[in-house]
């Protein structure tokens, strides 16, 4: 990989990381606990903590993708960087565009049913 390479990645990191930093603020904003509303009736209501529960999970999805994406961010400059854990091979440099806290090759993710 090169400087230049590495600089993009960076910079597409630090992207990813402020838009999911962003939806972590407006998820952490819906998880507040429902208020007993006397104008919701009780399906409404059931609706209302469904939709909650899908957040819950993707703000806990996205918290965790925060930390692999901080993480990335401090390794871009290291040899470990791009290099898959499992064969040591290098990761394609698109794969890394796309998923940049990529640790595996597609085929070892595969492989690995990751
Ligand atoms: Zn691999």
Redesign the pocket.
């Known amino acids: 990989m090169t400087e230049k390479e590495k600089q993009e990645l960076k910079q597409s990191i630090e992207k990813e990381i402020s838009l999911l930093s962003a939806e972590i603020d407006k998820l952490q904003q819906s998880l507040k606990p429902i208020k007993k509303d006397c104008s919701l009736d009780s399906i409404d209501h059931k609706m209302l903590k469904q939709d909650q529960n899908i957040n819950i999970q993707r703000y806990e999805e996205a918290k965790k993708r925060l930390n692999r994406l901080k993480h990335a961010y401090l390794k871009v400059d290291t040899d470990e960087y791009g290099i ?6 290098e ?1 394609s440099l698109a794969r890394l565009k796309l998923i940049p806290e990529s640790e ?6 595969n ?1 690995l049913g990751l």
């Open positions: 898959c854990k499992e064969c040591e091979e990761i595996y090759c597609v085929a070892c993710m492989e």
